[in-house]
């Protein structure tokens, strides 16, 4: 069994292993800089970079690296060894503040959005010193931004910790209404809860659907599914369950806070969930968690599918983003104390919230945007794609008492449940229900925002999130600072926030076909696709949004949207690309040798005499004849129809995928999942849905 304490964070350069190694001089420095969000001093780098160098040495480490997170769907590293050469033909081991604070990187090879031409090959990294280094695969990893020559942001985590100072900036304006002088800084904290799948990694191998594309374009449904609910929360498989110890093990080492694990809604579907951390750190916590997912299945025999949609038919995979805020001396913002409707600060802040959600629906829903998650969103097991907030019956009985002028308003608290078995202990009943239907709910002292998709950065939506509450607040310390009566000005501008902005609420089923009618009612958006969505990214209004609060250059924007797009763009034609040639040279194959072994059984029958008019084989003979063929002809269309694409115009590619190549891919999708039904189980080319989410044992 593993000494937790012992191994925790045992391959991370902390606050406690500075505080050991680093004088007190440098280390109080540092953590100045660090709070304070201040540029490091060149002297404290080299001290730091030294102390560093020695503690990753003694642990076996002979290389580092600038960890950074660039517009891909994977981390970056490239690996520097400490050796330095002397006159005499030996080396010795060095690391200084230089190498540890700014590395440089090959930047031509990484998405820029025209940002760079491919001859302009110079980008930066930045160390950040607010997430720490730490020891992976024998090396020292430094997480990093990532830049470019000319300033701009060519990653995830820059975007982030503006975002973090800009949140955090006008939290202050508001607080220091309170009269909370004492408070230095406000944060924004993070919990991702990661689902995943796990299937036999042999089974993986022999499906290029999932090796190219992380998802099966084909399968037809097995007799069993997730219908009889009984995977969920169930025991865990022996295979599984070491998996997870490993995996525990190894994010532990790194300070990942792994807390939670559990089998999820679908066969073969799992979930982790670890303990609020500050959002930048949560976001390279939850890149390292991913990778060392599908790294340990690989030592188990397993392959890790983080794949939004890995099944169609079956639950897809999410990643649940627990956001709040918090003051550096340990206060939750959104705690709504013992009577919310009395709690004016809480209030406040919620009404920003809800402001921010309603006025920025759009970027909310691009922020979560991509094609593989265009096939979970709204499937009925996600929240849909029209962006709505859950407060629960206690929040909006205070709400609607604020907008009512309500004085006779009681606040309830909290009751026992009496379940009538009088061994069980007493439960103390929340004051509200959970909505698991919500995109976006209030969970008791944090928002719950359930449109991540399980292979994506927490960073994008965590940006948007940010940025967008930053904003609201921005508007009401504008207008309360210059109040000559703060006190009343601040019920009225809860109370017309909640009145202006109260379409954005809704407690009901946000699945029915009835929410969707609606919300569009309410005039609310429903971005069905990514497609439909990206182009928002870059409107006037979010242009102003973004560059007011200095998150993201317009220039920069506009490099995002490009990028996004073709992302989207090469997504769909490679998943295209791999369906044809799976129809052509598995599917199509396979259906023919199983027409010849049963046309040569009904020839043997008619070489016996046999009266095979009505024959089985016959009948078979003739469905899949022509499901084959129709299979072929839906085939033909998509390869036409790829030939076909604009060449110039991302926008216009990006409909004509949406409009014209995914339906191909479906329509012929229909054809070969039936085929799947009828062709013997020995001639299918490779391992069907039941194969896969019931092989684990």
């Known amino acids: 069994m593993s000494n937790v304490p012992e191994i925790f964070a045992s391959q991370v350069f902390n606050d406690h292993v500075m505080r050991q190694r680093l004088p007190k001089d440098i280390y109080k420095a540092l953590k100045k800089t660090v709070q304070m969000s201040k540029p490091l001093d060149k002297s404290i780098a080299n ?49 200084s503040g230089k190498e540890l604070v700014q590395g440089e990187s090959d930047a031509s090879s990484f998405p820029s959005g025209g940002l760079r031409a491919t001859f302009e090959a110079r980008g930066y990294t930045a160390w950040d010193p ?37 949140i955090n900036e006008q939290a202050l304006r508001i607080l220091r209404l309170f009269g909370k002088t004492d408070v230095k800084r406000v944060v924004t904290t993070v919990g991702p809860e990661q689902e995943y799948f796990l299937v036999e990694r042999d089974m993986f ?18 007799p069993k599914g997730q219908e009889m609910d009984d995977h969920y929360f169930g025991t865990i498989k022996p295979r599984v369950a070491a998996f997870m110890k490993e995996l525990d093990d190894e994010l ?23 303990i609020f951390t500050t959002t930048n750190i949560a976001a390279d916590h939850n890149e390292l968690t991913m990778e060392l997912m599908q790294k340990i299945a690989h030592k188990h ?9 890995p099944f169609a038919g079956v639950n897809g995979s999410g990643k649940h983003n627990n956001w709040s805020l918090s003051t550096d001396d340990g206060a939750n913002l959104f705690e709504p104390g013992e009577s919310p409707i009395e709690n004016a600060q809480f209030l406040l802040f919620m009404a920003a919230v809800i402001k921010a959600v309603d006025e920025y629906q759009e970027l909310l ?15 009925a097991e996600a929240p849909p794609a029209i962006i709505s907030m859950f407060l629960g019956e206690e929040l909006e009985a205070v709400l609607s008492a604020i907008v009512n002028e309500d004085d006779d308003y009681v606040h309830h608290g909290k ?95 946000s699945y029915s076909k009835e929410w969707e009618e609606e919300a569009k009612r309410r005039g609310l958006y429903n971005l069905k696709t990514t497609a439909e969505a990206l182009p928002h990214f870059v409107s006037e209004k979010n242009v102003k949004l973004f560059t007011k609060h200095r998150i993201f250059t317009e220039v920069e924007m506009h490099s995002r949207l490009e990028i996004l797009m073709e992302n989207y763009n090469k997504t769909v034609n490679i998943e295209a690309l791999t369906a044809l040639e799976m129809i052509k040279k598995e599917i199509i194959p396979a259906v023919c040798a199983y027409m010849k072994d049963l046309g040569e059984t009904a020839s043997y029958k008619q070489g016996l005499n046999v009266n095979i008019s009505n024959a089985l084989e016959l009948k078979i003979l003739s469905k899949l004849s022509n499901l084959s063929s129709a299979l072929f002809t839906k085939a033909e269309k998509l390869e036409r129809d790829m ?51 019931f092989g684990v044992k």
């Open 130 to 166: 607010t997430s720490y280094a730490f020891i992976k695969d024998n090396t020292l990893c430094i997480p990093t931004a990532f830049y470019s020559y000319g300033g701009e942001a060519l990653d995830k985590k820059t975007p982030l910790l503006r975002s973090m100072d800009a």
């Open 205 to 222: 191998h022999k499906r290029k659907d999932l090796i190219y594309t992380g998802r099966t374009l084909f399968g037809a449904m097995p």
């Open 643 to 693: 030939k076909k694409i604009p060449a110039e115009d991302v926008k216009g590619r990006a409909d004509y995928y949406k409009d014209v190549i995914i339906p191909d891919m479906q329509a012929a999708r229909e054809i070969a999942d039936e085929l799947e039904t009828l062709v013997g189980e020995s001639y299918w080319p490779y391992p069907t849905y039941g194969d896969l989410l």
């Open 47 to 95: 001290v730091v970079a030294s102390a560093m160098k020695d503690w990753a040495i003694e642990r076996g480490v002979t290389h580092y690296t600038h960890w950074f997170q660039p517009l891909t769907s994977v981390t970056a590293e490239k690996h520097d060894s400490f050796i330095s050469p002397l006159g005499d033909g030996s080396v010795i081991l060095e690391f």
């Open 365 to 379: 829903r691009i922020s979560v945007a991509t094609a593989g998650n265009d096939h979970r969103l709204g499937a």
């Open 252 to 274: 532990w080492k790194l300070g990942v806070l792994a807390k939670t694990e559990h089998n999820e809604a679908a066969p073969a579907q799992h979930e982790l969930a670890p």
């Open 415 to 509: 009751e026992d449940f009496e379940v009538g078995v009088s061994v069980l202990p007493k439960i103390s009943k929340d004051a509200t229900d959970r909505n698991r239907t919500s995109p976006f709910a209030f969970t008791g002292n944090k928002f719950e925002f359930r449109m991540l998709g399980s292979a994506s950065s927490i960073s994008d939506a965590n940006v948007v999130l940010n940025t967008i509450v930053a904003e609201a607040l921005c508007q009401f310390a504008d207008a309360l600072e210059l109040s000559p009566t703060v006190e009343e000005d601040l019920h009225n501008v809860i109370q017309a926030t909640i009145v202006k902005h109260k379409r954005i609420l809704f407690s009901g089923d």
């Open 301 to 309: 025999g397993l392959a890790c599918l983080l794949h939004e949609k």
